[in-house]
């Protein structure tokens, strides 16, 4: 129902839809001019790739996000599964010694599982996503502590290797392999939304659940998989936490449902669902990372004030969304 | 009445376990002039709990929901701390705090009602946001107080009562009144199950909205209070920390629905008893500490299922399967319910 209404309305040649990422990623050039402008050493590329390096594993999380809440759900269990994965694969390794192509598979099976699990009581039970979620939330930050309560070290060497690994890209600059493994989910995931059946219903149950059931798409069948796919990124994005940290602990990646969700909603993707692109929730990301570049490179300005700016970006982005819906039903 | 039967019975599980494990549990002493007790414990620590929960309540009723709560906590209790060591009196730096709480309250109204943004998105604002401010109230620091009249609030006594029950007490009794004896209720409920029907028969809906916005965050501004002076000091980081979910989770628990339109201040002070008794239980029953988000999570998606008529229809089918309505009807059904939104 929102596609529709948003995409008959035009700004000149720019289809509506289009707007919000079209906002996000002006936003995202004007900090970077700004910063540059501000900043000595600031405007160079490596810059915005270190946003890429620092901010993998949210990207990752982020996308299973934006699968999520496309279908008019949300998942809040994202960062107590990414916690818990780090958690399963430091222990696993340390303990009995397990090599990393055994843990890394098992902690992406769990994490699936979870979300299959998560997303089977939502559609069987007619239970709120918001509350399964939570459970699911509580869950895996439990499990987190039942393993252990202090921050185990990873010294595996694939993992350390992983981790110190630089891929060289042209002129000095470059990213680390997990910015590789971003970006390969992100363009799988955005081949899945747009060009295939799933991507089709996730984007049609959002718009509207009962129009989706009356053109016969699987609804159900695609609810249960947007929360196994979210679940399967979180346990991706604490594999990439895990080569960042190196490291497993119950309280890494505590409130990053809140960054994730808070990226998809500044990248344009309605959280009523049905409307909204990956590319923005890419643009999100690396908005919030520059807002802590920002502030690192200010150098006076004291961590609160990251918490600030994003509540004050979320409040921009949410008033244009509404704008732009309120003028198109005219 | 029978909404409430499987939270008051989860309850008195809840509570017999106890029993079960300190024979003691029942006891009430008066010691030194003060109530203490196993019971009176659980009272006291969710005080806090069940005044968000009360304001909480209200918020669902009207189909919306309060994710800022726990950090209006945090910047309540930061303002009134910050005052109080600046040598404001303690009724100041009470009332600064609650204002302060009240227009974030109505703030988060005039963005739900107002703009017209999805109360999840508007009140996320404040939440993210709100911790920020927080932490700019305290200075990224632990205030700490020591006023004895401040510590009155979260740690005191009146004729043998902690203070705090007291608070909820009242706060609960004057809910009560204006939702169940005045017309109140009635028009929240009808805005929770229609506001557009509600403002073309003459409710003021957006007034509504915003005033239950406006209580929910009075409330979580006296639990901020409460909690800060507790430990006489004002933590901006972690006051009401995750107190939100907390609060959903006993208003659901309670069998408030979160599509809104119903709402029962009973069975969310019921559901806010469950969840601090669930933590009492967890220490007294020798649960291991690290394991308490896991038990947490079992009781509340065991009680979630309870309450699910989809799920109890499966479980406690007693014919045999009927076979499945036509599609069609189904889909009526549904499309039905869909238009009640």
Same mark, same amino acid.
């Given at each position: ?170 002129? =000095? ?85 809140? =960054? ?71 | ?150 510590? @009155? ?37 009808? @805005? ?107 009781? @509340? ?41």
């Amino acid at each position: 129902m929102v596609t529709e209404r948003v995409s008959a309305f035009t700004v000149g040649r720019v289809p509506a839809k289009y707007l919000p990422v079209l906002v996000t990623g002006c936003l995202f050039v004007a900090m970077f001019v700004v910063g540059g402008i501000r900043y000595e050493g600031f405007a160079s590329g490596q810059v915005i790739l270190n946003v890429f390096i620092d901010n993998a594993f949210l990207l990752v999380v982020a996308v299973g996000m934006t699968f999520v809440i496309l279908t008019g759900g949300i998942d809040l269990s994202v960062g107590s599964v990414v916690a818990l994965s780090t958690m399963i694969s430091a222990s696993l390794m340390a303990g009995p010694g397990w090599p990393p192509y055994l843990v890394i598979p098992l902690v992406l099976v769990i994490g699936s599982g979870l979300g299959l699990v998560m997303g089977y009581i939502v559609h069987a039970f007619d239970i709120q996503p918001f509350i399964v979620t939570l459970a699911g939330m509580f869950l895996a930050r439990g499990l987190c502590y039942t393993i252990g309560t202090d921050s185990i070290p990873i010294e595996d060497p694939t993992f350390t290797a992983f981790a110190q690994t630089r891929i060289d890209l042209f002129a =000095d600059l470059w990213i680390s392999p997990s910015v590789i493994v971003a970006v390969v989910v992100v363009l799988v995931a955005a081949y899945v939304l747009h060009y295939t059946r799933l991507g089709r219903s996730v984007y049609a149950t959002g718009g509207s659940e009962q129009s989706a059931l009356l053109m016969g798409l699987p609804v159900g069948r695609t609810k249960i998989t947007v929360y196994t796919i979210s679940g399967f990124c979180s346990a991706l994005g604490g594999v990439l936490l895990s080569f960042y940290m190196l490291s497993g602990y119950g309280l890494h990646a505590v409130g990053m449902e809140l =960054d994730a969700i808070a990226a998809v909603v500044i990248g344009g993707t309605l959280l009523t669902g049905g409307s909204g692109f990956l590319f923005g929730t890419v643009l999100g990301v690396l908005v919030l990372g520059l807002i802590q570049t920002v502030i690192s490179f200010e150098g006076t300005l004291s961590s609160w004030w990251t918490k600030i700016f994003i509540g004050m970006l979320l409040f921009v982005f949410i008033l244009l969304q509404r704008l732009f819906s309120a003028r198109s039903r005219r | 009445m029978r909404r409430l039967l499987w939270p008051a019975v989860v309850l008195l599980l809840l509570l017999a376990l106890n029993v079960f494990f300190t024979p003691s549990f029942f006891s009430i002493q008066v010691r030194q002039g003060h109530l203490y007790g196993s019971l009176i414990d659980i009272l006291r620590f969710g005080a806090p709990l069940i005044l968000v929960s009360l304001g909480m309540t209200l918020v669902i009723a009207t189909g919306g929901i309060d994710l800022s709560v726990g950090s209006v906590v945090a910047i309540s209790g930061a303002l009134a701390c910050l005052q109080i060591s600046q040598d404001a009196g303690v009724f100041t730096a009470v009332a600064a705090a609650l204002g302060l709480c009240l227009l974030l309250g109505a703030w988060n109204g005039f963005l739900v009602a107002g703009v017209g943004i999805q109360p999840i998105i508007a009140t996320l604002i404040l939440m993210v946001g709100g911790r920020g401010l927080a932490q700019l109230i305290t200075g990224g620091q632990i205030i700490t107080v020591n006023s004895p009249a401040y510590k @009155v609030i979260g740690g005191g006594y009146l004729l043998t009562v902690p203070f705090g029950i007291l608070i909820v007490i009242a706060v609960l009794a004057v809910t009560a009144f204006l939702t169940r004896r005045l017309a109140l209720g009635m028009l929240i409920e009808s @805005v929770g199950g229609n506001a557009e029907a509600s403002r073309l028969a003459g409710i003021r809906a957006r007034g509504i909205i915003i005033m239950v916005y406006a209580f929910a965050a009075l409330c979580a501004g006296v639990a901020g209070l409460m909690i800060s002076s507790n430990v006489s000091s004002a933590d901006g980081n972690n006051a009401g920390l995750w107190i939100e979910l907390d609060a959903i989770l006993a208003v659901v628990i309670g069998g408030t629905s979160l599509s809104g339109g119903r709402f029962s201040l009973g069975g969310t002070v019921l559901g806010a008893l469950i969840i601090q008794t669930l933590t009492t239980t967890i220490y007294s029953i020798g649960v291991p500490p690290e394991t308490t988000l896991l038990f947490k999570a079992l009781v @509340v998606t065991a009680v979630c299922l309870i309450q699910s008529p989809s799920f109890r229809e499966k479980l406690f089918r007693r014919r045999p399967a009927p076979p499945n309505p036509p599609i069609q009807t189904r889909i009526r059904e549904e499309a039905g319910a869909a238009h009640g939104d």
